[in-house]
């Protein structure tokens, strides 16, 4: 299997070894991991109510690209991100959605005879995998072959099968700040016309889907009551002043690694 510059890096084995994912040590999953997507309760409950997973994604196709983000021609960088997206690429990137998409339910990250972490980087290796696409690394170490390779970017309307990339989902160094620049990434499964983004992550009930709408990151629900920014981080007593809990509050880049990573 090949991966096309600039994903070949000397240090990309030592990262499969040593990553954590959204981990402190190997195989260890992060304290609040058994809050993740919940919804936050009122004054002082530790942990909250999951949002619905309905039926409607029961069948879901996630192959078509958002109407908006059709790929610019090259700018001055000439970064990954800014270069013309070809069908092939795209059909990657659709393969990286629809296998997430698959991964919802599962009990354990498997995909030819390979074992993958049950954390958070974990389900964003096993999607690619399960597309034929190599990607490796903890949470912090892909939110870096990102940037280094040119695929990192803020669009508010994301390509599906882009890697989302969140910080102070929970105090992973555990100060009481929020200071902990990245600390949870999902996959983009699909986005709908009113900017709501459905991807899938490794929470605290397993492999679910979670959505976010980056026009509209504070608000939980739209006016018809549809969810559009489900809760990321658990409310706490302890929790600081302007501490952030919706998922496109927590939001800070997406990943389109399928632009890069050539097919196995």
Known sequence: MSVRSPLVMPWQVLLCLVGQGCAHGFY???????????????????????????????????????RDQEASTAGATGSATDAPVSAK???RGGDVAKSAAQLVGAGKL?????????????????????????LAGSSESMLTMAKRAGVYHHRKRPWVGDVAFFANTYDKNGNGRL?????????????????????????????????????????????SAKEINGYLRARR????????????????????????????
């Open 28 to 66: 260890v999953y992060p304290g609040p991991l058994g809050t993740l997507g919940k919804a936050p309760e009122p004054v002082v409950m530790e942990e909250g109510l999951g949002a619905a997973d309905g039926s409607v994604w029961d069948d879901l196709e996630p192959t078509s690209e958002p």
């Open 89 to 91: 690429a795209r059909k």
């Open 110 to 134: 498997r995909h030819d005879g390979e074992s993958f972490r049950y954390d958070c980087s974990g389900l964003v290796m096993a999607a690619h995998a399960r597309a034929g696409l190599q």
């Open 179 to 223: 200071d902990d620049p990245i600390t949870h990434v999902a996959v983009v499964v699909a986005v709908d016309d009113d900017g709501t983004i459905t991807m899938v992550h490794k929470g605290s009930h397993g492999i679910t889907r979670l959505v976010m709408n980056l026009q509209r990151p504070e608000d939980h629900a739209d006016g």
């Open 237 to 264: 007593s302890s929790d600081r002043s302007g501490t952030r809990y919706l998922a496109g509050e927590l939001w800070i880049g997406f990943g389109s690694f399928w632009k890069v990573l050539e097919d196995g």
